[in-house]
């Protein structure tokens, strides 16, 4: 091969030669442009070349030197910059992962809704005990021993572990009113979220566990115009609605005692269905706080009267959220929790 040959071969293996990686870019340097490369081999020979064809051989020589060197260049940048981003996987520009948030389970949505309407009037949060002695849930409200009223309420006994078994599973929040009368001086005014229990049967309609909130509101010169103008409040806050009537009722624990209804309006089939076909809803049990509760909790029923009430979650979150069957609440299936957006 002469020299004009070997310059048109190199060419065309510069033209054609590629370098994937930074080594073998520098394969390529040693190879062609190194002490003991191709090129330094070609300006060897070149000293060779007759002078009258120095001129252009020199030319082209010098043109592919200089195009391998920036081949060369050209390779180790694009190479760097793709491996360094190959080695960090830190990408500034791509949208952050969604945090999947929670849903809050029915019942919660609508405690919270209520306490806080109640928070809004001055009253704060209570609580006692899932499992509690006879005296909480009955005696000191009034349920007298072998009184049918209890029957009234079907009661989960709990044997206690001292064998006696005068405790159970609280049939109604009303016990924590005991509670709160008997560690807090008037004025009270608390509200008491909290399960209870029944022994009923489990249907659609009804279950053993689900969920009250008691109010009790106690003070001097308490009337029932008081509660009549506090639950219509709540009326107003909770269902939308402005109008309440009190039908007489009976519990223990109060007297007078009365069911309150609200005026839901006849406007839709749904309406006729839940209200059947009255428009009236009934929402809660209240009444005066009887004499002798108060008494039972050292408080003197001559100097301070007050009211309570109680009311169910379950049929208002099924009515809210049309819920079809009471057992849904309980059963945590996630598909049924997922639908309830968190108010976070
Ligand atoms: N404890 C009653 C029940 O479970 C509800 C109730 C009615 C609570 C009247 C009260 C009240 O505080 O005054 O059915």
């Not at 070349?49 to 694009?78: I, M, Y």
């Not at 491996?83 to 405690?111: N, Q, Y």
């Not at 979150?317 to 957006?341: S, T, Y």
Request: hydrophobic share 40%; glycine share 6%.
């Amino acid at each position: 091969m002469n020299f004009s040959e070997k310059l048109q071969s190199l060419m065309l293996e510069l033209d054609s030669a590629t370098a994937s990686t930074l080594d073998e870019a520098e394969q390529f340097r040693i190879k062609y442009l190194g002490s003991k490369g191709v090129f330094k081999e070609l300006f060897e020979e070149f000293k060779t070349v007759s002078a009258d064809e120095k001129r252009s051989f020199g030319k082209q020589l010098n043109q592919l030197k200089a195009s391998a060197e920036a081949s060369v260049e050209k390779w180790k940048a694009s190479l760097n910059n793709s491996e360094l981003t190959a080695v960090s996987t830190l990408d500034l520009t791509r949208p952050g992962a969604l945090f999947e948030l929670g849903a809050e389970h029915p019942i919660s949505i609508i405690k919270r809704e209520i306490i806080d309407i109640f928070h809004g009037i001055g009253f704060s949060v209570a609580e006692g005990p899932e499992i509690e002695d006879d005296w909480h849930n009955f005696s000191a409200l009034n349920f007298p021993p072998e009184h049918p009223a209890r029957d009234m309420q079907d009661t989960f006994f709990v044997k206690n572990p001292n064998g006696s078994d005068d405790y159970v599973l609280r049939t109604h929040t009303s016990s924590v009113q005991v509670r709160v009368m008997s560690e807090q001086k008037p004025p009270i005014r608390v509200i008491a979220p909290g399960r209870v229990f029944r022994n009923e049967a489990v249907s659609a309609r009804s279950h053993c566990i689900f969920h009250q909130i008691e109010g009790l509101y106690i003070d001097e010169g308490v009337t029932f115009a008081d509660m009549k103008q506090t639950l219509e409040y709540f009326a107003k806050e909770f269902f939308g609605k402005s109008k309440i009537r009190l039908r007489p009722s009976y519990f223990p624990f109060t007297e007078p005692s009365a069911e309150v209804d609200v005026y839901w309006g006849l406007e839709n089939e749904l309406d006729y269905r839940i209200t059947k076909g009255t428009g009236w809803l009934e929402v809660m049990g209240c009444g005066m706080v009887d004499p002798a509760v108060l008494e039972s909790s050292n408080i003197d029923p001559e100097k301070y009267s007050g009211f309570a009430f109680g009311m169910g979650l379950e049929r208002s979150a099924m009515q809210r959220f049309q819920i079809p069957d009471i057992r849904m609440i309980f059963e945590n299936d996630v598909r049924f929790l997922k639908q309830f957006q968190s108010a976070l």
